[in-house]
């Protein structure tokens, strides 16, 4: 089955500066890649999402890019804000629409 | 995206009584749900897919006696934990797929077995 491994588990940044979440799949068949954001005590919520056909996609201040060809994908939020921190969450589909999630990394954005 | 209700959002319960939770699909018709477990500070864990009209389909390491599922209508599916025991406390979330592959979630139910 699918294994999706997410780097780093903590990130800390100041306001106004950029984040960076990488994750690594191992299914060749995975076609979508969504992430979601976390909040305590809350549903994940989908942020952004991208699918195999695309190397970017740009949502205001969020962006993610896919490289099929080694296996990853990448979350980038640009001036952040304190309301983004949360638990942000990777995952991929395999075949299907199965997610199997990352591991998931807490980004605490200083004011 | 999908609204998608749960209930109860939270329960108490002694060791040794069981737990139904249910899942509702409000603005659309679903064949598939599919159900979490969610440990503090750790990721989502698929436990199973639930089908309408048909058997669930488990996860590798889940016992599908434990954890009962029932998808008897389009717009509702059911997860009792049987038995529950404190290792069983957990935040418990169900998942829609509305459309091509994006899955929205439940607003979850935490349930602590005492």
């Known amino acids: 089955g699918e294994n999706v491994e997410q780097h780093p588990s903590t990130l800390s940044v100041q306001e106004g500066d950029s984040a960076v979440i990488k994750c690594t799949y191992s299914?060749?068949?995975?076609?979508?890649f969504p992430w979601y954001k976390q909040e305590l005590g809350k549903r994940p919520q989908l942020i952004i999402d991208?699918?195999?056909?695309?190397g970017e996609k740009k949502d205001q201040r969020i962006a993610v890019t896919l490289n099929k060809t080694a296996k990853h994908f990448s979350l980038h939020i640009t001036e952040t804000q304190p309301e983004d921190s949360a638990v942000y969450f990777c995952?991929?589909?395999?075949?299907?629409?199965?997610?199997?999630f990352g591991t998931g990394t807490r980004l605490a954005v200083r004011p | 995206g999908a609204v998608v209700s749960q209930h109860p959002s939270w329960v108490i319960c002694k060791s040794g009584t069981s737990v139904k939770i249910e899942c509702r699909s409000l603005?659309?018709?679903?064949?598939?749900m599919f159900w979490y477990r969610q440990f503090p500070k750790q990721s989502l864990m698929l436990m199973a897919t639930?089908?309408?009209?048909?058997?669930?389909?488990?996860e590798q390491g889940v016992e599908k006696d434990k954890f009962l599922i029932n998808h008897a209508s389009l717009t509702l599916s059911t997860l009792t934990v049987t038995s529950a025991h404190p290792e069983d406390s957990s935040f418990y979330i169900c998942?829609?797929?509305?459309?091509?592959?994006?899955?929205?979630f439940g607003p979850g139910t935490r349930l602590t077995v005492l």
């Open positions: 639930s089908n309408e009209g048909s058997k669930a389909t488990y």
């Open positions: 299914d060749s068949a995975s076609n979508y």
């Open positions: 603005d659309f018709q679903a064949t598939t």
């Open positions: 991208i699918r195999s056909n695309v």
């Open positions: 995952a991929a589909n395999g075949s299907g629409d199965k997610l199997t």
């Open positions: 998942g829609t797929v509305p459309s091509y592959n994006e899955q929205f």
